[in-house]
């Protein structure tokens, strides 16, 4: 029992360290490509305690501060599903379709939140959010699928299992990989899809009336955001980590890629994004999911 | 002893505003030009951890890049109200001193922090990058020593304030 | 005392009431009203103690003065005939108290003899056991039926009267023509004789006599191409002419034809070529009714459209066909006949035939609206009332031995009787939830036109929530007219 | 470029005179202004530049000038008439060029003229519950007014 | 023998009797008595709950007897339809409080009841007449529900009898084709005969069948009926329907595929495509097609009773989905799905009834901001969606994982995806739901809109409660559904009272623990959150629009046409719509009546006479021509 209190404790912190490092570096990494010095390393802690210190908070309503609540409950209760080596705690009692599911409560908090204020940018945001969501549901289902078939279990832990010493999922399903890489970016709201917050357009889209506290919980939201998909990536196609320390060394390397290309491309329009994941991505997955069916 | 962890936990938050200052800049005059180049890696003013924001509600800082007519101050006043606590303004170039080369115009306001309390000035009919991140610098140096209070000076004499808005906004 | 148990009485007790009541205007004014009831009571009374009769040996037998035949006119009442009188008398019964109260224009004694002659016309060619006595009683009815259509004497009244007069007269006279050819090669006219005689007959014989018959009698019975008239004479007779029209006098028409075609002309291909024929009625009849604005024209092209059905039964040429058949005629009768009396009660509160007049009556008309609710959805067959046993019935017999025209034909019943569901829910609909704009003030209908519909109402609920007894009566009348041992009955009973 | 000018005489009541190159004046009466307009269009001066008003206070006029571009020519020629500065009133010029619907309500709130025809013309375009003399009337005067209504740092109130 | 099936079977037609007699003594008489009568059965549906009944004979027709008997499916099917028609009764007292004329009250009310008892009979049907007799009666009973709604739901109902007369009389043709092979129309004696017939004679008879359950099952091609017959009902007649009439279709696929017709029957007459039988294959397409262009259709709703009307066509999909798989797991998750479907739906449905009530208009971009004035149904509400949506700690996610694990075991992918689709799809029709009535602006004359009285909102929290007990404890409705498809020759899947163990071939899943560490996880975070400084609130008009004054005159909130951006991708598909072939066919028959129809009746008596004479002259040339017409 003693165990899982600690491991209901320390799982989501690790979760945070992580999604935290990955901002400093983000921060740092954009900068150096913009070839510019960029803000110190430590600048996403400055930020997220300013943010926590604020003296003065605004809210709408019960539910504008329960927004941020739910989405950060909801993305602590995904990290549980993510099998971390040695630390397994839910992976037993829900499986990958399970966490498909509960990836939702998070985007529905911040919905909920973001809806009872009451603003045009939030709604526009919002209704954003939820089209490119929908977007790039259809590749990740394909891709997701395929991984089951090819490993003919629905269970996260079983498919890290599966692709123990080196023959990972990118090498047998190249095709769901690059899929799966192009949804991530899709998932995470990064540059080319910040469609949902595109500060010129919709001002920050849904956050545009979170400030203080509120913003500085969203932020956390954000970062165990970035921790689940890029966890999830791996886990699925890098055929996630014995120990502790690879298992980071694989997520930095996804999140350093996703980075370096991250600032190139321009913002995409939001039908063009959903027309974008409805074409490209899901040829490609339904190449990969046949040639699982036929294999 | 409760009075000593109160000034502890003033000073770390006074830290911590300083290296994390995020500003909305209400571009309304010619100073807006001379934003771009302090954000990009020309001058980088983000390697201070400022960075630029869209709506009030994140916004630390208010930059008046310009010369202020009775329409857009209505709108300042907005945003500045919106703005959460410890929130500071600084006023660009002369136009938001006294007026600047409008001072006989029948629309432009001839003194910002009659209307708005404004923290810190940077002289100059439109202040060069450099002269904006020292700006910044010492605006850091006044939240660090506590001096920038001007949230606090608009709370206690709201009603001067209000005053004088109601005089020209009519 | 002389045994009631006759069926001629059937016959005689009203023709003498006919003629009391063309005499009646001579001693006392108000007589004429209240005759027709105690003629049909009687009626009744006779046709309910003929029942034991007939359910002990199968049939009553009567013959006139003695006469044996081929010269004997004598009446029989098998099961089939004994079901439909007691419809008529019963339907006699119940509408003359309709008329006490719906009639009020100056010629009564002169509608309510007519109205007599006209029932005891039916009764006669149901009971007839003799194809001369068959052609006398159809004439009978016939210029009954022409009076009282044009009884309103306003234009349209006396045109569609004129249009009926002409085409049942070449009715009648090709009727009779067929009956001499018959005569002529049989020698006889007892239709028992002409039974046993025209077994030997060819087919080429007897197929132009039979031809004539059935389009004189096709002419009375709303057959397809031969019922033009009826759309333009039920609308205009009186209601409660036009109730017993559709209810009672095409259904005796009908039951000659099947009399007729059992008797001599029992042949598997004129099945198929009747079965063409039902169906077209009930195609023409049910796509016409659809798009009426005159609420008693669509009554009447339903009426077709119900007739096709069950002539359509008679014509699947089976034991369970017949019962089908036999079930359909008693839900058409009851329920059409009571439509008819109920909107003849409310064309006189609303004062005009038109549809749209009929927004929002269920609201004001409670206990009519809800008699004819029940009516309709009898006659579409919907669940917990009669005519869902009669078309259950009607559709397992059709699919018994499932050739690809019976699935056809089943299919065609079936669409028709979705658009019968369709104008049906139409008027139902605005009549229950329409929204009548100005608010006139329309009452209920007086005591004496509701007291009819309630009675056949509750007959109809009575059948609809206990059917047994029906089905079986009906199951045996149809076994018996199909291995046809009503013929050597009537011999054993007439001592040929 | 003389080609047009002999255009624009032919055009009567309208006297025209060439200061250089590009530089054409007509002047035309109060009432005829709007038919000058329709055939200076006619001709190919299918572009309304600017619209505006100089306020003539010395002569108690105001000289409203309209200065049209040909495109294909390549020529700017000024349309001038002079109004009544106490009561000026002009007819719109709206169904000719649509351009001078703005124009209009800018010289309406900025000037005071009363243009007929542009129902927007007398609502306020851009000074906010403006109530005082339209502000680039000569006459008006600026620093008075922004005395009155602001008051200029180092003045006597330097200690706030 | 004991009369309790058929006491089970009267008390909703005695019940509706009495009402309509009870309304002309006094108003509250009539509701009392309705309540009564539902609760009765209600109690009956629980003293004889999960006891399996066999041939209770209570009739015969034309030589087949009619049969009632019960199995666990028909207690699962009869528990939803009597507990919902209770709620329903209960939200309805006050809810039609408005509509003053009591005749029409009156009415209502008896019809209430006998649909429920029609629903009844068809579940306990134990032969095809009985099982015919009661749908009829539920077709036109509800069609005078529906109409009960005003002007617009006259042309709803009248297009709903129609097409449910064509799909009843589809299957009508079917029980004929089956009374004339077999006379005892009883669900034994025909499985008998189907399993010796010819399988032509099979395939027939099933397709005939599944027509007619199509239609009231709305399954894409035949739904044209449900989004008006739903949007335009009153608004406590729709979870009725919604929730539970189109769960008798279900049942009844569930009776024609695996009581009629066993499954391993229909694998040897019929060529299987990935190991399902070709019609069960077709159906499964039918019903994700109908998940995939309901759930598009659903978004680009503007009425919230339309939006939840398309939403039940493709959650209905679902169910059929799960039927249609063939594996016990599928079809233990379908059974499963229309339980919870008739919860959830029935509580959104109930929900949108109470924000009609009190603002008086379904138009979604009129409304906004409720939630501070109603906020009881706001959390109805949001638990409704939340289990729609399918997301864990609620019922409907334990339903559709079945469903999902089921097709992943047959490896019918398309399908999966085509669900999966459909669910986020569903994810964002119902957050359009509660934005639009709930979050956003308050427009200023719904200022003073309270929160809907006791009698409506105890139904509500029935339904709220029982999304939450279901979803964490599927176990409850699980024992029923798994005994019942026992009889019907499935084979038992693993469960418990949380969910599904591990160490089966399929995954696993307690969703007790994903509940209990999700309230954990949100206990906590809002510890912390309370520990930072406190916050003010602040009105709806203080936001940021980049310094422009807000005022309450004019609509600022964006909630017209949420998903605008999405509606240009899916252009294409909303272009095409049966419907339009539907009134196309129906113009060409008016067209074809109203013409030849006129040709025929001209009403001059020389055209009359001419027919005589051809039908005389036909027959004396068959003379001539020697007798042999053929």
């Avoid at chain 1, 949804?183 to 595109?198: K, M, N, Q, R």
């Avoid at chain 5, 029923?480 to 469960?495: Q, R």
Wanted: aromatic share 14%; net charge neutral.
């Amino acid at each position: 029992m003693v165990s899982t209190i600690l491991i209901a404790i320390c799982v989501p912190l690790l979760a945070f360290a992580i999604g935290l490092t990955f901002i400093m570096f983000k921060l740092k990494i954009t900068a150096r490509v913009q070839r510019r010095y960029g803000p110190p390393i430590i600048q996403p802690i400055y930020n997220l305690l300013k943010l926590l210190l604020k003296e003065d908070n605004i809210s709408h309503g019960v539910i504008f501060s329960l927004g941020p609540i739910i989405a950060l409950a909801g993305s602590i209760l995904a990290v549980f599903f993510i099998p971390i080596p040695g630390l397994n705690l839910l992976t037993g009692s829900g499986d990958l379709i399970a966490l498909l599911y509960i990836m939702a409560i998070g985007s529905l908090g911040m919905a909920l939140g973001a809806g009872n204020t009451a603003n045009p940018n939030a709604s526009i945001g919002i209704s954003r959010a939820l089209t490119l969501m929908f977007g790039y549901d259809l590749p990740l289902v394909i891709i997701v699928i395929s991984v089951i078939l090819q490993y003919h279990t629905t269970n996260l832990a079983d498919i890290v299992a599966a692709q123990a010493n080196g023959h990972w999922t990118l090498w047998t399903l190249p095709l769901s990989a690059i899929v799966g890489f192009v949804v991530t970016y899709g998932a995470l709201g990064e540059h080319p899809f910040d469609i949902i917050t595109a500060p010129h357009e919709v001002a920050t889209g849904p956050m545009v009336e979170y400030g203080g506290k509120h913003l500085g919980f969203l932020m956390i939201n954000h970062m165990f955001h970035i921790y689940i998909e890029i966890a999830l990536f791996v886990d699925l196609f890098l055929g996630g980590a014995s120990n502790l320390f690879w298992f980071y060394i694989k997520m930095f390397g996804v999140f350093f890629i996703m980075m370096l290309c991250d600032e190139v491309f321009l913002r995409f329009k939001i039908d063009d994004a959903v027309r974008f994941f409805w074409k490209w991505p899901t040829v490609v997955a339904l190449i990969s999911l046949i040639i699982v069916l036929v294999k | 002893m409760e009075k000593m962890t109160q000034d502890q936990v003033r000073t770390i938050a006074n830290m911590l505003r300083k290296r994390s200052l995020w500003m909305i800049h209400y571009c309304t005059g010619c100073g807006a030009m001379e934003l771009p180049p302090t954000m990009t890696s020309r001058y980088d003013m983000s390697r201070l951890g400022l960075a630029p924001f869209v709506t009030s509600r994140q916004a630390d800082i208010l930059l008046i890049t310009g010369y202020l007519n009775v329409k857009t101050l209505r709108r300042v006043i907005t945003v500045y109200e919106q703005m959460l606590d410890p929130k500071y303004v600084i006023g660009f170039g002369s136009c938001a001193l006294n007026g600047g080369v409008y001072w006989d115009s029948y629309a432009v306001i001839k003194q910002l922090d009659r209307y708005i309390p404004a923290d810190l000035y940077i002289a100059g009919c439109m202040p060069r990058p450099e002269a904006i991140i020292t700006a910044f610098q010492d605006l850091m140096d006044l939240i660090d020593s506590g001096k920038a209070d001007g949230y606090k000076r608009y709370k206690r004499d709201l009603a001067y304030y209000k005053e004088n808005q109601r005089k020209v906004l009519g | 005392m002389v045994n009631l148990a006759n069926p001629i009485l059937l016959i005689v007790i009203p023709l003498l009431f006919v003629f009391l009541i063309a005499f009646s205007s001579a001693f006392s004014k108000s007589a004429a009203k209240y005759l027709p009831i105690i003629a049909f009571g009687i009626n009744v009374v006779v046709a309910m103690l003929l029942v034991p009769e007939v359910l002990k040996n199968g049939l009553v037998l009567s013959t006139t003065a003695g006469f044996k035949p081929p010269i004997a006119i004598d009446m029989i009442v098998d099961k089939l005939a004994l079901f439909l009188v007691i419809i008529a008398s019963v339907l006699g019964f119940v509408v003359s108290i309709y008329n006490v109260a719906y009639i009020d224009e100056e010629p009564e004694e002169k509608f309510y003899a007519l109205f007599t002659l006209l029932i005891t016309g039916i009764i006669w060619m149901i009971i007839t056991g003799d194809l001369f006595n068959l052609f006398v009683a159809f004439e009978v009815t016939s210029i009954a039926a022409f009076g009282l259509v044009g009884f309103h004497r306003d234009k349209g009244s006396v045109e569609a009267g004129f249009k009926y007069l002409v085409m049942g007269a070449i009715g009648g006279s090709l009727l009779l023509v067929g009956i001499i050819m018959l005569y002529a090669a049989t020698g006889t006219l007892n239709i028992i004789d002409v039974a046993q005689k025209s077994a030997e007959l060819t087919f080429q014989q007897k197929f132009l006599a039979y031809a004539l018959i059935f389009v004189g009698l096709g002419i009375e019975g709303a057959l397809f191409p031969l019922n033009a008239w009826l759309p333009d004479a039920h609308p205009a007779a009186p209601s409660s002419v036009s109730s017993i029209l559709s209810g009672i006098m095409t259904t005796a028409a009908i039951y000659a034809i099947i009399r007729i075609t059992n008797i001599i002309f029992d042949y598997n291909q004129i099945y198929l070529f009747l079965m063409f024929f039902a169906l077209l009625t009930l195609i023409f009849g049910e796509i016409a009714a659809y798009y009426q604005k005159d609420i008693k024209r669509m009554l009447a092209y339903s009426t077709i459209g119900q007739t096709g059905l069950f002539f359509f039964a008679f014509t699947i040429h089976s034991t369970n066909g017949l019962q089908g058949a036999f079930l359909q005629i008693i839900n058409h009768s009851v329920s059409k006949s009571m439509l008819f009396l109920v909107v003849g009660a409310m064309i006189v509160q609303v004062g005009s035939r038109n549809i749209e007049d009929f927004v929002g009556l269920g609201r004001k008309m409670k206990v009519s609206s809800f008699f004819l609710a029940i009516g309709m959805f009898s006659l579409m067959g919907m669940p917990p009332f009669f005519g869902f046993w009669s078309k259950l019935k009607i559709i397992f017999a059709a699919l018994q031995h499932s050739n690809a025209l019976m699935i056809g034909s089943v299919v065609i019943i079936l669409l028709m009787s979705v658009v019968e569901g369709a104008y049906f829910f139409k008027l139902l609909q605005m009549m229950f939830f329409g929204k009548a704009e100005q608010d006139r003030e329309i009452k209920e209908a007086s005591f004496g036109m509701l007291v009819p519909v309630v009675i056949l109402g509750f007959i109809l609920l009575f059948i609809s929530f206990y059917p047994t007894p029906v089905l079986d009566f009906a199951h045996q009348a149809a076994s018996d007219l199909m291995n046809k041992n009503y013929i050597n009955l009537a011999l054993k009973l007439g001592g040929l | 470029m003389m080609g047009i000018v002999d255009k624009i005489k032919e055009i009567d009541g309208t006297k025209v005179t060439v200061q250089r190159e590009n530089r054409i004046f007509v002047d035309v009466e109060k009432e005829r202004v709007i038919g000058t307009l329709y055939s200076m269009k006619l001709i190919g001066f299918s572009q309304l530049s600017v619209l505006s008003v100089i306020d003539r206070i010395a002569d108690n006029q105001f000289e409203i000038f309209y200065v049209l571009y040909n495109r294909d020519e390549k020529v700017n020629a000024t349309v001038r008439v002079w109004i009544d500065r106490d009561n000026p009133v002009i007819e719109t010029a709206e169904k000719i060029y649509p351009s001078a619907h703005a124009w209009e309500r800018e010289i309406a709130e900025m000037f005071g003229v009363k243009v007929e025809g542009n129902e927007e013309a007398g609502k306020p375009f851009i000074l906010e519950n403006w109530n005082d003399l339209p502000p680039m009337r000569k006459d008006f005067d600026s620093i008075k007014y922004s005395s009155e209504h602001f008051v200029f740092r180092h003045s006597e109130d330097k200690n706030e | 023998m004991n009369m309790s099936l058929e006491l089970l079977l009267a008390t909703p037609f005695i019940g509706g009797l009495l009402t309509y007699i009870g309304g002309k003594v006094h108003r509250w008489v009539r509701n009392l008595i309705a309540v009564l009568f539902s609760l009765a059965t209600v109690g009956e549906m629980a003293m004889y709950y999960n006891t399996t009944f066999k041939g209770v004979v209570w009739g015969s027709l034309f030589g087949s007897n009619l049969v009632l008997q019960t199995n666990p499916i028909t207690w699962l099917f009869l528990f939803i339809v009597t507990a919902i028609s209770l709620l329903v009764i209960v939200f309805s007292i006050d809810d039609m409080k408005k509509e003053e004329d009591e005749i029409v009250l009156d009415s209502y009310y008896m019809q209430l009841l006998f649909v429920e008892g029609a629903m009844v009979g068809i579940v306990l049907a134990g032969d095809l007449i009985t099982f015919f007799m009661f749908w009829e009666i539920m077709s036109w009973t509800s069609y005078f529900l529906i109409v009960h709604g005003g002007k617009k739901s006259m042309a709803a109902g009248y297009k709903y009898i129609i097409m449910s007369v064509i799909g009843a009389y589809a299957m009508f043709i079917a029980i004929a084709m089956l009374y004339a092979k077999t006379h005892s129309l009883v669900y034994s004696d025909v499985a008998l005969a189907l399993s010796q017939a010819s399988p032509s004679f099979i395939i027939w008879t099933v397709v005939l069948l599944s027509v007619g359950f199509f239609v009231k099952a709305a399954v894409m091609p035949l739904h044209t009926w449900l989004p008006d017959a739903h949007s335009e009902a009153p608004s406590p007649v729709s979870p009725l329907l919604s929730g539970v009439l189109i769960k008798m279709g279900a049942y009844g696929l569930f009776i024609v595929f695996y009581g009629l017709l066993s499954v391993n029957l229909a694998k040897n007459i019929m060529p299987s495509v990935f190991s399902t039988p070709i019609l069960l294959y077709i159906i499964q397409w039918l019903a994700a097609l109908s998940i995939v262009l309901a759930t598009f259709l659903a978004i680009m709703q503007e009425d919230a009773k339309r939006l939840l009307a398309y939403s039940s066509v493709s959650q209905i999909g679902y169910v059929v989905l799960g039927l249609a798989t063939g594996t016990s797991l599928g079809v233990a998750g379908g059974l499963f799905h229309a339980l919870n479907h008739a919860i959830f739906k029935g509580l959104l449905f109930l929900a949108v009834g109470a924000v009609i009530y009190r603002t008086g208009t379904r138009n979604m971009s009129e409304l906004g901001g409720l939630v501070k004035k109603m906020p009881f149904t706001f959390t109805a509400l949001l638990l409704g969606i939340i289990a729609l949506a399918g997301v864990p700690p609620l019922n409907g996610f334990v339903s559709k994982w079945m469903i999902y694990e089921a097709l992943i075991q047959k490896k019918e992918v398309f399908l999966l995806i085509m669900a999966f689709v459909g669910s986020t799809g569903a994810f964002l029709y119902v957050y359009r739901l509660i934005h639009s009535l709930f979050l956003g602006q308050l427009p200023e004359k719904y200022e003073n809109v309270k929160d809907v009285p006791i009698l409506m909102q105890i139904p509500i929290w029935i339904l709220a409660l029982s999304t939450i007990v279901y979803g964490i404890f599927p176990g409850l409705a699980m024992d029923v559904i798994v005994k019942g498809m026992k009889l019907f020759g499935f084979t038992p899947i693993a469960y418990n009272l949380f969910g599904f163990p591990e160490g089966t071939a399929m995954g696993s899943l307690t969703v007790i623990n994903i509940a209990a560490v999700l309230m954990t996880a949100f206990v906590a975070v809002f510890i912390i959150f309370i520990l930072f400084p406190k916050t003010r609130q602040v009105s709806q008009y203080d936001n940021y629009a980049s310094g422009q004054e807000l005022t309450p005159d004019f609509k600022y909130n964006y909630s017209f046409g949420f998903y605008m951006s999405f509606g240009r991708v899916i252009k294409p598909i909303l272009s095409m719509s049966i419907e339009r072939v539907y009134n196309y066919w129906i113009d060409a028959f008016k067209i074809f009546g109203d013409y030849y129809m006129r040709r025929i009746y001209t009403g001059n008596l020389e055209t009359y006479n001419s027919y005589i004479v051809i039908v005389v002259t036909i027959a004396a040339a068959a003379v001539l021509l020697g007798g042999k017409l053929w």
